[in-house]
């Protein structure tokens, strides 16, 4: 049993068919959530920022579309942090994020790390299941 081109309506008056190509669909999703994550090996860029500080990174991490809201953050899996002539292990990332409040279009992430101040840091997820998300649900 298949159903396809159905679309209900609140109340008596009918409107016209609303056709969404699947590209649509995908973005309006990524609305309220986008998980970044790296496959079984390898590495992948989230973003670029710099030290303010000893123990704090600014890093820059673009969405793909804006987000409705500003989200919440969650990491699980391996990091690391490349900056100026060293890099960092941040296995246990806890980054706290700072972002538009409504539609932003990236966000800044807070993260511990070793730099000194000035330094230019990246983000890199590495090895297999390291995921940033985030989340903007109702």
């Given at each position: 049993?298949?159903?396809?081109?159905?679309?209900?309506?609140?109340?008596?008056?009918?409107?016209?068919?609303?056709?969404?190509?699947?590209?649509?669909?995908?973005?309006?999703?990524?609305?309220?959530?986008?998980?970044?994550?790296?496959?079984?090996?390898?590495?992948?860029?989230?973003?670029?920022?710099?030290?303010?500080?000893?123990?704090?990174?600014n890093v820059y991490v673009p969405f793909d579309v804006a987000m409705r809201v500003k989200p919440s953050v969650a990491t699980s899996g391996n990091w690391i942090n490349?900056?100026?002539?060293?890099?960092?292990n941040l296995s246990s990332v806890a980054p706290s994020i700072?972002?538009?409040?409504?539609?932003?279009?990236?966000?800044r992430l807070f993260i511990a790390s070793g730099a000194s101040v000035t330094e230019a840091d990246t983000l890199w997820c590495i090895g297999g299941g390291g995921t940033l998300t985030f989340d903007a649900e109702l």
């Open positions: 049993f298949n159903l396809t081109g159905v679309q209900l309506e609140v109340g008596d008056t009918a409107t016209d068919f609303e056709h969404r190509t699947f590209g649509d669909e995908w973005a309006r999703c990524r609305r309220y959530t986008q998980v970044y994550e790296n496959g079984s090996s390898g590495q992948i860029a989230l973003g670029a920022g710099m030290a303010y500080s000893a123990s704090q990174i490349y900056y100026t002539g060293a890099s960092g700072d972002c538009d409040t409504e539609n932003p279009i990236n966000a």
